[in-house]
């Protein structure tokens, strides 16, 4: 039951928005900003969330006299609002979006509701892989170009939040498929588009073609005067591009071909040619090694020179940027076994591209919330490169089956500190124990960040 203190906190709305009701679904980190920020605006806010509610968001909506419930619905409350912000994580097909729609009430994102009230310049990334990466070293080169940027969207602290409470001058937002879902209105000055496989297909009717028009929304109301930087070997990416008007200005980056603009790869130089901007660097200096990150790096690149930023504070940041936590994030070694925590990679693809980088014998950590994965991708670098796979989820029986001819050894397990431990005894001197899970993680875990952390915590236990 809901604490009855909670929903009748603020019974009088405030002015500017002319009190009018806003309902916002999900007291997560982008709903409870969004509260925040509606409340400023002069709304009447409502949260409601089907689930419990985390203690310190509820702190925070207590704190600032906010009206919530926490799981439940309550449907009289909600069709009474003039719009509603959907945290990205609630299906279109979920019985209270059905009826707000039926009601002819409109359901945006919170980044769409944010955008209207900021003038800040705005790049905007997105794709299946790779993007936490991207944005993050995009946000560190700028600021370490002196730029007053904030860093939002999937990533930190929610963007209506920084909006209502930071001044910058430009953001550097990752979004997500189901954020883009929401966003109408909402311009990117610079959209990146970074690659676009097979990731989330159970919340878009397993149809590949419906899962690309989302990511294509990053491009949508860009006019001559804004940028679209995309990936020229993303098959996916130019064939989205083939029935679709883009008006923005385009920068492809290619490690297969050469451009007159955009990155390309030359005798081992990224090579990055905007009109009024050259520039060059050796892969081998770059921070993040592997392939995938010299496309990320490419993507950061050509935003920054777009922005003409030195071309020397764009080499220092690229050299000295340290990843993200939980991407290819090395925990230690013990007993020259070394252990790799890429708990962030929740796709096929995202595992394929970490096992790619890998340059000794892996044991190989899979398994979780199964998405409608394919696995086939990954079968020539597990024979060449896995000699054990470690299945951590309540459900293995796909990848035994997808990968039962390829490695002699296939073990279950329930816990992070079980397949560390299971791992750590099939390794030996000189290999790599990598978790690259290829999967959801709520089937055990609270998220890929608690995955990640266990088996962190694990490692240490060895």
């Known amino acids: 039951m809901t604490d009855k203190s909670n929903t009748s906190l603020q019974k009088q709305p405030l002015q500017g928005a002319g009190g009018a009701r806003l309902a916002i679904l999900g007291a997560g980190e982008s709903g409870v900003g969004a509260a925040y920020l509606a409340q400023q605006q002069g709304y009447?806010?409502?949260?409601?969330?089907?689930?419990?509610?985390?203690?310190?968001?509820?702190?925070?909506?207590?704190?600032?006299?906010?009206?919530?419930?926490?799981?439940?619905?309550?449907?009289?409350?909600?069709?009474?609002?003039?719009?509603?912000?959907?945290?990205?994580?609630?299906?279109?097909?979920?019985?209270?979006?059905?009826?707000?729609?039926?009601?002819?009430?409109?359901?945006?994102?919170?980044?769409?509701?944010?955008?209207?009230?900021?003038?800040?310049?705005?790049?905007?990334?997105t794709g299946s892989n790779g993007k936490t990466t991207t944005?993050?070293?995009?946000?560190?080169?700028?600021?370490?170009?002196?730029?007053?940027?904030?860093?939002?969207?999937?990533?930190?602290?929610?963007?209506?939040?920084?909006?209502?409470?930071?001044?910058?001058?430009?953001?550097?937002?990752?979004?997500?498929?189901?954020?883009?879902?929401?966003?109408?209105?909402?311009k990117t000055d610079i959209a990146v588009l970074l690659n676009i496989t097979p990731d989330h297909l159970d919340r878009y009717e397993y149809k590949?073609?419906?899962?690309?028009?989302?990511?294509?929304?990053?491009?949508q109301n860009q006019t001559a005067n804004d940028v679209f930087i995309y990936c020229a070997d993303d098959p996916e990416t130019i064939k989205g591009m083939e029935n679709r008007t883009i008006n923005a200005r385009q920068f492809p980056f290619t490690i297969e071909k050469k451009n007159l603009t955009g990155a390309y790869l030359e005798n081992d130089n990224i090579v990055i040619n905007t009109p009024q901007e050259h520039f060059e660097m050796s892969i081998t200096e770059l921070a993040l090694q592997g392939k995938h990150n010299i496309y990320n790096s490419m993507a950061s690149g050509?935003?920054?020179?777009?922005?003409?930023?030195?071309?020397?504070?764009?080499?220092?940041?690229?050299?000295t940027f340290k990843n993200i936590e939980h991407r290819l994030e090395s925990v230690g070694k013990i007993s020259g076994i070394?252990?790799?925590?890429?708990s962030k990679a929740t796709n096929v693809n995202s595992t394929w591209y970490a096992?790619?980088?890998?340059?000794?014998?892996?044991?190989?950590?899979?398994?979780?919330?199964?998405?409608?994965?394919d696995y086939t991708m990954l079968k020539d670098l597990v024979k060449q490169k896995v000699k054990a796979i470690v299945c951590l989820g309540k459900d293995n029986?796909?990848?035994?089956?997808?990968?039962?001819?390829?490695?002699?050894?296939?073990?279950?397990?329930?816990?992070?500190?079980?397949?560390?431990?299971?791992?750590?005894?099939?390794?030996?001197?000189?290999?790599?124990?990598?978790?690259?899970?290829?999967?959801?993680?709520?089937?055990?875990?609270?998220?890929?960040?608690?995955?990640?952390?266990?088996?962190?915590?694990?490692?240490?236990?060895?």
């Open 355 to 373: 096992l790619e980088s890998m340059t000794s014998d892996v044991v190989l950590i899979l398994g979780g919330v199964d998405k409608g994965n």
């Open 208 to 219: 590949m073609e419906n899962y690309a028009a989302s990511k294509f929304r990053v491009t």
């Open 302 to 319: 050509i935003v920054a020179k777009v922005l003409e930023l030195r071309n020397d504070t764009l080499r220092e940041s690229l050299a």
């Open 397 to 462: 029986q796909r990848i035994h089956d997808a990968f039962e001819d390829d490695v002699d050894i296939i073990i279950n397990t329930s816990s992070a500190a079980e397949a560390a431990q299971t791992a750590y005894h099939l390794a030996t001197k000189g290999d790599t124990v990598l978790l690259s899970p290829a999967c959801a993680s709520f089937d055990l875990f609270k998220n890929y960040e608690d995955r990640g952390n266990q088996f962190k915590a694990a490692v240490k236990e060895l």
């Open 135 to 186: 944005t993050s070293l995009t946000h560190f080169i700028l600021k370490n170009a002196g730029l007053n940027v904030g860093l939002a969207g999937n990533i930190g602290r929610s963007f209506a939040y920084q909006v209502a409470t930071e001044k910058y001058d430009c953001y550097v937002l990752e979004l997500s498929s189901f954020m883009l879902d929401d966003m109408y209105r909402f």
């Open 44 to 125: 009447d806010v409502f949260v409601s969330d089907f689930g419990a509610i985390a203690t310190h968001y509820k702190d925070q909506l207590q704190g600032w006299k906010i009206r919530f419930e926490e799981n439940q619905h309550t449907e009289a409350e909600i069709l009474a609002a003039v719009e509603v912000i959907k945290s990205p994580g609630i299906a279109h097909k979920a019985p209270i979006i059905k009826k707000i729609k039926e009601k002819g009430i409109p359901v945006i994102s919170e980044i769409e509701f944010a955008g209207r009230y900021t003038d800040a310049k705005i790049i905007g990334i």
């Open 338 to 342: 070394s252990f790799i925590n890429d």
